[in-house]
């Protein structure tokens, strides 16, 4: 027992001013990263919501070609929703909100896109979304309606 308390009293110890270092080093890490998160979750949101743009976007191609109808992919960038309606019974397909903190900005595509029964596209050229200051450019490719994102 006598020996077990020497050993304890002669370990040396961390002192104040090495605590303090330690802890302004860990704080000093801790707001960098803080002060990057904003930026990093207004890019996150962005690409969320253009997975599902992109599919949706897919969607309207695949319902036109399904089923054989002409449908049209519009944009209301006033109300800040997409949607697409079949052309002829105006039958809406789907209906969604953009997010409030994405802004839309029109590019060298116009509003309203339309599928033909085969597949594709009236226009070609891009839209530009952009959150928090991310900027991303979502081009639709003459012909079959490919389509791609990408920040810029």
Not at 87 to 110: A, C, H, N, T, Y
Not at 133 to 152: A, C, D, P, S
Request: aromatic share 16%; hydrophobic share 40%.
């Amino acid at each position: 027992m006598n020996s077990l308390c020497k050993v304890i009293n002669g370990e040396k110890g961390y002192s104040l001013v090495e605590m303090l270092v330690v802890l302004s080093v860990f704080l000093l890490l801790i707001s960098a990263s803080i002060s990057t998160m904003p930026k990093y979750q207004g890019k996150k949101e962005l690409e969320s919501f253009l997975q599902q743009f992109s599919k949706d976007f897919h969607f309207a191609q695949m319902y036109a070609i399904n089923h054989q109808i002409s449908v049209y992919f519009s944009i209301d960038y006033i109300n800040k929703t997409y949607y697409a309606n079949s052309i002829g019974s105006d039958e809406v397909i789907f209906f969604k909100r953009i997010p409030k903190d994405i802004q839309f900005m029109k590019d060298s595509l116009i509003l309203r896109i339309y599928f033909t029964p085969i597949g594709n596209v009236s226009n070609f050229g891009s839209w530009v979304f952009e959150s928090k200051k991310v900027q991303y450019i979502f081009t639709v490719m003459i012909g079959r309606g490919r389509h791609y994102y990408r920040e810029l």
